[in-house]
């Protein structure tokens, strides 16, 4: 595959006074005024390597993530690819048409309707006439935000600004790909639709993102670099990153253990496997079977969130007496789903005899389709009678 | 021959994309300010004839004398018209300056060229200033002047607003990178602004003796050369002392602001990193 961008010793520094930081711009202005170069490569009083020694190659077709805790320097890398920011040692070539989503408000005025603000964006990007409307017409769609789209930016709530910035620099066709946390926008629905378009953008291009999410990660990427205060630890496939992220999160505070490839699973209803993202209807019964690849006797428990993430249900078998040995297939019913119309997702964690977590699995997503009554999630059917 | 024929092609490609998107920012930015001041761009006109009229006011009080004649009609196109292009000359530093802080997150989230958002503060000059030199001229009349019927005294009319429009563009770019760090860039603008009023010939007629200070205060005042030529020249008067100074600050202005586009390249992402997230 063609290689589209390559990171070469990449090195990046800040500093941590916000009057030394003017002063050293101004020296670094001056330098440029007078035609010498930055010639700053070391480090000078307050400031500190944001990045060090950062190398990898990314070809078409490759996801790769950036992992890594606040201040491990991942927005820091991204923009240094982006060319939003100077690199204070080595270099980074490109290959093709740059695309980022990084702030996907950018440019938008509050005074201006959402029509507005994209007709704007789009003749930015060079669309004209029928071409131009054109892409008005799929932003609108995409952002699904109806009436607002004619309102001022200003009257939207952050979802939907969130929503237009989305649509507005997502229909692209870039050879590199650059995203920063751009999937945490939206209602779940939402995100799906994101999910889509990335996995459209992705066909053709390389593309590099970040995210606090690693079930974001586990799904879009196919290789990735683990961030530890500017320096690449690790290198290689993303649940490699997943588990370090949750291991250095461990040594902080005790924290769930991804490892998403020690269970497979599907759901089921009526014995048809639901795909995910699904549609089910309100009070529908649903199964859920699969396997684990653990080497320990385990418990599972089965959690049920809603849109928000919040949990508001939970199968565990240890309330059914039910241990999975190691190389045994489970299968557990569910029984009837009385959820309000909506966003649902399900993720799955085994816990050991001694009552650690050894894993939890990606979230199944899946919708539920019926008479909407109010917005609590869980309404359980009583059997009514008159007396 | 082909290929520098195609990389010619590009090269033309990229401009017309750059000067297409400063067009097209002017007008965005011209809409917003529309839709965000209820009385739009009739402030244009406001706040010089506030002026112009507080100055009928204050000279006639003074004089104690009839104001109907032609010359206090010259003083007042004078004033009026000097106000109006120094007004026009401070927003246009002022929006320049403020050009990189203004647009950081465009300039972050979006693969514009940094020379787009110059062009559209340039863009948007030319329109200011061409409003100005409609309400002037439609000025002359209302006072009861003549207009002049050379057409030479039109052409420096004209030669003087491009050269004040140069050294605006200029100086704001100049000022651009500092002022993006250091706030204290507009303090200074914005208390220059009653000063540069003050020793610009507005209200009174420019000081022709070369030996005097105000004299060579106003050559290195990039204000006050154009505005003494083109007070004579709407008089139909003899060209000023001044068109030699005016016709040097706009050649450097040229200069200066060509050398400032080629740098910003670089700056931008330092200044950039700078402002943080």
Redesign the interface.
Known sequence: MEELLQVEGLWKK?SRSLSA??R???R??LR??IGAEAGNEELRDTEFWSLREVNFTLRRGEVMAVVGYNGAGK?TLL?CIA????VDRGKIVRRGK???L??????F?P??TGR?NVS??G????KQGKELNRYISQVAEFADIDEFFDAPVQFYSSGMKARLGFAA?SVMEPDILILDEVLAVGDLGFRMKCYSRIDEIRKKSAVILVSHSMGHISRLATTSIFLNKGKVVFQGAPQKSIALYNEAKGSKKKAANFKPECIRFEVTRNHKVIEENGVILFGEELSFQGECFVDVPITLSIFLHEQGGAVIGVWNSKRSNFILHPSQRFSAKLGPQNLSPGYYHLSVIGIDSQGEQLFLSIPFNFRVKGDFYNKIGHEPIAAWNVL | MSNSHSVGINVLHKYK?VI??GW??AL?NI??QI??HALGYAWTLIIPMLYAACYFFIKRELKGADMSGSEAGWDVLRAFSGIMIVQSWMLLVVSMAGMIRR?K????????STISFVLAIAFEGVIAIAIRAILIIAAIPILGLDLPDELSAWLWFAVCLIMLYLSAIMVGLLLA??AT??SDIFKGISSMRLPLILISPIFYPAIERTDSALYLLNLVNPVASPLAVLANALRGEELSLYLMPMLVWGGLSVVLFVWSLK?LR??V??????MG?
């Open positions: 800040y930081s003017a050293y711009a101004a670094d202005l440029n005024a927005s923009k060319g939003k920011l100077p740059l695309g980022h990084l702030e996907m408000s950018a440019g005025s005074s201006m507005d704007v964006r003749r930015l990007i060079g620099s | 994309d297409g998107n097209i920012l965005r809409r917003i839709l965000e647009h997150g465009m300039l972050r989230g979006l693969n514009i990178p500092w760090l250091y740098k670089r700056q992402p330092i200044l950039l990193e700078r997230s």
